[in-house]
């Protein structure tokens, strides 16, 4: 009962100073303080990526899919990751089990896609798990898009000025244990 009231006075005191000042690094330690006192956890930093823009006014960068590095081009318009098949098989999916039965508009036209599941999909330090993706049969695209299948999963994502920002949620950590170590 005294750690809730105790629990129920920080979460005061924070507001407090939310209103009050406005000061984001006094808010951050009563936050931390806060987490601390249930259960021992912290937040680490919220993973970031910054992507330029492109001569062409595209956002293009290297993702790994399964653990081999592909380009793609952030798509905000698209409203799934898009593979082409080229790509598809580079990183070893199961081409010869999809169906294609997704209808789909492209920059090229109408064309049908098949639905498949993207184990692990990393951009620098932005790691998801089960990321749904269609791929496009031969030769239709030549650019793979990174949509909102993957871009929905983020904690925020926008452009300022030439420079795309993409944050992810931050990992909460228990201050018992150390911490993980990422391996690609």
């Not at 006014?57 to 080229?86: C, H, Q, Y």
């Not at 599941?117 to 496009?136: F, M, N, Q």
Request: neutral net charge; charged residues 20%.
């Amino acid at each position: 009962m005294i750690r809730f009231l105790l629990v129920l006075v920080m979460l005061a005191a924070t507001a407090g100073a939310v209103v009050a000042y406005g000061d984001p690094d006094q808010i951050a330690r009563a936050s931390h303080k806060v987490s601390h006192m249930f259960g021992g956890q912290t937040a680490a930093p919220a993973p970031a990526v910054q992507i330029q823009r492109g001569q062409g006014g595209e956002f293009a960068l290297r993702a790994k899919i399964n653990g081999v590095a592909t380009p793609m081009v952030i798509d905000t318009g698209a409203t799934s990751v898009v593979l082409t098949w080229e790509t598809a098989k580079a990183i070893g999916l199961p081409l010869e089990m999809l169906e294609y039965d997704v209808d789909l508009e492209t920059a090229g036209g109408h064309t049908k896609a098949a639905r498949l599941t993207i184990d692990r999909l990393a951009v620098g330090h932005l790691v998801e798990k089960s990321v749904p993706a269609l791929v496009v049969p031969r030769g239709l695209m030549k650019t793979n898009l990174l949509g909102m299948s993957f871009l929905d999963r983020l904690e925020s994502w926008g452009v300022r000025s030439d420079t795309l920002m993409l944050t992810g949620y931050p990992e909460l950590q228990s201050s018992h244990r150390r911490p993980r170590m990422a391996v690609d």
